[in-house]
């Protein structure tokens, strides 16, 4: 797995060597809070789209097409660590908590569950059937806000899809 690297998109030009020399002794992915890369260090990049606070030693971090999660205090002996199944978050409101240590995400691919134990080691599953996959196929994130609520009654995750022109939107639900 490779290390994280969590920066702006903007590196002031003194600062470009350095991501330079990081990338070049490091295989590191480069996750960007705010948008492209503007800055001379290599990688992939994927700007930051939701954060969930998982626990007191556990945030996570959906990115359009990967999701990350920090355990520990990123001060003293934190770590940064990609989530295996490269399935991403696709807006700042599509992640929800459900219960302690199991969250529910949008992704590209469909509604995803991740669970954190309690070693900081996160499992991530792609929950939904082919029929909501295909109605999400057809829903852009540049025209459509997603937005994710649990109910803990029933054991739902409530998907709404807000079209951002003001017309009227979809409301999936799916039982977990």
């Known amino acids: 797995m490779k290390p994280v690297l969590f920066v702006t998109n903007h590196a002031p030009a003194f600062r470009v060597s350095a991501f ?8 590191v992915v480069f996750a960007l809070i705010g948008g492209d890369l503007r800055h001379g260090g290599g990688g992939t990049a994927d700007a930051i789209t939701a954060i969930q606070p998982v626990s007191d030693a556990i945030c996570m971090f959906g990115c359009a ?11 003293v002996d934190g770590v940064f660590r990609e989530v295996p199944d490269k399935g991403g978050v696709l807006g700042p409101r599509a992640i929800c908590r459900a219960t302690e240590g ?32 295909q109605i999400l196929d057809r829903v852009s994130t540049l025209d459509t806000g997603i937005e994710l609520n649990y109910e803990a009654a029933t054991g739902w995750v409530h998907i709404f899809l807000h079209p951002r022109n003001g017309d009227q939107g979809t409301h999936l639900i799916f039982d977990v």
């Open 65 to 75: 097409t990967r999701a990350y999660y920090l355990s520990g205090d990123p001060g």
């Open 102 to 133: 199991r969250d529910f995400g949008m992704s590209a691919s469909g509604l995803r569950m991740w669970a954190f134990g309690g070693n900081g080691v996160v499992q991530s599953t792609l929950i939904t059937d082919k029929r909501v996959s």
């Open 20 to 27: 330079t020399a990081l990338h070049g002794r490091e295989d």
